[in-house]
């Protein structure tokens, strides 16, 4: 039975060791709870509708359409002839998925030896093109059916594909024939490196399928989360992640999600599992948004995760 305050939790942000012995508490135990999965497969349609709007496609977004940016007031794009012939015809999931692995770039993922849960399930989401080379495999699989590219690691790892676009073609072969998931229509500078990252695809024959995320849906799922009271001035790429997989997938399993110093052993962990550059402080709310995650496990509505899997 699901009680009111697991959808609209009351709390206090715990420590980092609060939150470790709240997770040992829990321990391995985890129940499926049907009915919390309904639910919140209900509350995302309803504010959301992720399987109509998640992606820009020529179904919601015709030409002369304006699209408002998500990430800045003010500005905006009108859909023209040009914009109009990139995106795909309607959302090109073949829905419901069923099991899916939401994969956050936590360190907690490092030595997990997840890599083989995560590689068993059906559609397998990952964050801003991580690495996914022989090293880390062990801890999280090989697989991707969806990445999301922020246009920020194009413009920083690729000098904005203004010069060559082999290096960019190349690392993307690791990605298979998955969705590329870009929020090209977030933040104003974003959309020509986004645009550029489709033709670099589409010019190379590439497998990889490129999405634009919609600002629309990206604004919405937004809202959803600021009312249940994670207050960033932006959501994490994770959550939009997870957000999408509960209202399109049958199960979720959250991989990666991690944001605190110490580990269950209480040994220092890093912010990343390929490295430990921290993000700014006053842009997302990570651990406010893990307490909800831990809601959602604690319910059974999706499975967060933490530490080694069997
Ligand atoms: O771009 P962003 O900073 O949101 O993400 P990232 O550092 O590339 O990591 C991908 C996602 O994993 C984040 O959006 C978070 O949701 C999650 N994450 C986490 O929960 N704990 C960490 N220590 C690092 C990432």
Request: glycine share 6%; with cysteine.
């Amino acid at each position: 039975v699901l009680c009111w305050f697991y959808v609209f939790p009351v709390y206090r942000l715990p420590s980092d060791k609060e939150m470790v012995e709240e997770v040992l508490r829990q321990g391995e135990e985890w129940q499926k709870n049907q009915t919390g999965i309904d639910l919140y497969r209900k509350l995302l349609s309803e504010c959301c509708d992720p399987k109509r709007m998640f992606a820009v496609t020529k179904e919601n977004s015709p030409v002369g359409k304006v699209l408002w940016y998500d990430g800045e007031f003010y500005y905006s794009h009108t859909i023209n002839n040009n914009t109009y012939s990139l995106f795909v015809q309607d959302n090109p999931l073949q829905l419901p998925l069923k099991k899916c692995a939401v994969v956050g770039n936590g360190g907690i993922l490092r030595h997990s030896k997840c890599g083989g849960d995560i590689d068993q399930a059906d559609f397998v989401m990952r964050c801003n093109l991580p690495p996914i080379s022989k090293e880390y495999v062990q801890d999280v699989g090989t697989k991707t059916h969806l990445v999301t590219a922020n246009p920020s690691i194009i413009e920083k790892r690729f000098q904005s594909l203004l010069w060559s676009r082999k290096d960019f073609v190349d690392s993307m072969k690791v990605y298979g024939s998955s969705y590329i998931y870009m929020p090209a229509f977030s933040m104003r500078p974003g959309t020509d490196p986004s645009l550029r990252a489709y033709y670099a695809l589409a010019d190379s024959s590439s497998n990889l399928t490129m999405l634009f995320a919609n600002p629309e849906f990206l604004r919405t799922v937004g809202k959803f989360w600021k009312s249940r009271g994670v207050h960033a001035r932006r959501l994490s790429t994770g959550l939009f992640l997870v957000s999408l997989a509960l209202g399109l997938c049958e199960e979720v399993t959250a991989y990666g999600f991690w944001p605190f110093s110490v580990d269950l052993d209480q040994r220092p962990v890093s912010h990343h599992y390929y490295d430990n550059i921290l993000p700014y402080k006053w842009f997302h709310a990570m651990p406010e948004e893990f307490v909800q995650l831990w809601h959602l496990h604690k319910s059974g509505t999706l499975r967060v995760r933490v530490g080694r899997c069997p």
